[in-house]
């Protein structure tokens, strides 16, 4: 069975500050995996994906993340945080059927 | 590109009434969508799985004849919530799968959302 684990349910940064937001997961093959954020009452926009190839990936709004067979994780960062980057941000793998599965989530807030 | 428009935003409704919620591509085309929900502060819950011309797929658990799904075009599917009571309240989001080629297939995209509330 496959599955994602993000640690870190909340995450409090100050503005300026670089973040990591970790991901671990769990897929007996090669996984396709993504990182979406969430702002209050909204849908979910992706930020970066990873299918094969270069396993550090860029995103939209400066955000990377680097995927790591060994460790079976998918971290994603940010050198410098802006206020308008607090949101929830979710770690997917895609599976067969092109489902995805979900971590739980990490809320971030930014301190100013 | 790879825009997903979901309407209404937000409904609320009497109990025994139905619902129903639209989900488009507006961009693209998408041969598959899926419906999710999601309580507060909590993760997504993949519902049903919706393929253009032919029956959903729901996930173990939950009720196809409470929760009807049609996917009638490329463009657009639709979730009705039937006889809605307190406990259907919540958060419900859609997305569509790009029907391009290998890689874009797994890319989900999805809308801003519907915020159900049954009274």
């Known amino acids: 069975a496959q599955s994602v684990t993000q640690p870190d349910i909340h995450i409090t940064v100050s503005e300026g500050a670089s973040l990591e937001l970790r991901c671990n997961y769990s897929?007996?093959?090669?996984?396709?995996l993504f990182w979406y954020v969430q702002s209050p009452g909204q849908g979910l926009q992706l930020l970066l994906k990873?299918?094969?190839?270069?396993?550090l990936v860029q995103g939209i709004k400066g955000f990377e993340a680097e995927f790591k067979r060994s460790q079976s994780s998918f971290n994603l960062r940010k050198p410098s945080v802006h206020w308008s980057d607090a949101a929830e941000y979710f770690c997917?793998?895609?599976?067969?059927?092109?489902?995805?599965?979900f971590g739980k989530g990490t809320l971030l807030t930014v301190n100013p | 590109g790879a825009v997903v428009s979901q309407h209404p935003s937000w409904v609320i409704c009497k109990s025994g009434t139905s619902v129903k919620i639209e989900c488009r591509s507006l961009?693209?085309?998408?041969?598959?969508m899926f419906w999710y929900r999601q309580f507060p502060k909590q993760s997504l819950m993949l519902m049903a799985t919706?393929?253009?011309?032919?029956?959903?797929?729901?996930e173990q658990g939950v009720e196809k004849d409470k929760f009807l799904i049609n996917h009638a075009s490329l463009t657009l599917s639709t979730l009705t919530v039937t006889s809605a009571h307190p406990e259907d309240s919540s958060f419900y989001i859609c997305?569509?799968?790009?029907?391009?080629?290998?890689?874009?297939?797994?890319?989900?995209?999805f809308g801003a959302g519907t915020r159900l509330s049954v009274l």
């Open positions: 997305s569509a799968k790009a029907s391009g080629g290998a890689g874009s297939k797994n890319i989900q995209y």
């Open positions: 897929y007996g093959a090669t996984p396709y």
């Open positions: 990873y299918f094969s190839g270069d396993t």
């Open positions: 997917a793998l895609g599976g067969s059927n092109y489902k995805l599965t």
């Open positions: 961009d693209f085309q998408a041969t598959t």
């Open positions: 919706s393929n253009e011309g032919s029956k959903a797929t729901y």
